[in-house]
Nanobody
Framework: QAQLVESGGGLVQPGGSLTLSCAAS????????MNWYRQAPGKEREWVAA???????LYTDDVEGRFTISSDNAKKEWYLQMNSLRLEDTAKYYC???????????WGQGIQVTVSS
C-alpha cells in the first residue's frame, strides 16, 4: 500500500522558516511529478509548488522566491523549504505525488503550518 507522510509543520513567527517533508513508502516510484498544496480555514485547497521528475520546478506567484521545492530520490522524500513566512501562509499543507505507473495520484494526510506572532 503506497503512502505519503508529511512532517515538519508547526508554529512559527512571521518572517520565520520551516521545512516540510513528504516521505513515500510503497509502490509510488517511479514518479512523474510532485506537488504541494495547502488549504486555509474556510478556503479551497490551492496549489503551491511542483517539481517534475526531471527537476523542473514551478511555484504559485504568492510563494515564488520564498519557497523552494526539492526531492531526494534515494530517500524517497520531497521537501518544501519555506522562508519569510507570512500570516497568510497559515494552512494545512498536503503533498501529492503522481506515479509514473498509470498516473495514479497519491496524497498525504496533511500537516498544519501556523504563522503567528
Amino acid at each position: 500500500q503506497a503512502q505519503l507522510v508529511e512532517s515538519g509543520g508547526g508554529l512559527v513567527q512571521p518572517g520565520g522558516s520551516l521545512t516540510l517533508s513528504c516521505a513515500a513508502s510503497g509502490n509510488i516510484f517511479p514518479w512523474n511529478g510532485m506537488n504541494w498544496y495547502r488549504q486555509a480555514p474556510g478556503k479551497e485547497r490551492e496549489w503551491v509548488a511542483a517539481i517534475m521528475s526531471g527537476g523542473r520546478t514551478l511555484y504559485t506567484d504568492d510563494v515564488e522566491g520564498r519557497f523552494t521545492i526539492s526531492s531526494d530520490n534515494a530517500k524517497k522524500e520531497w521537501y518544501l523549504q519555506m522562508n519569510s513566512l507570512r500570516l497568510e501562509d497559515t494552512a494545512k499543507y498536503y503533498c501529492n505525488v503522481v506515479s509514473a505507473l498509470g498516473g495514479v495520484h497519491y496524497w498525504g494526510q496533511g500537516i498544519q503550518v501556523t504563522v503567528s506572532s
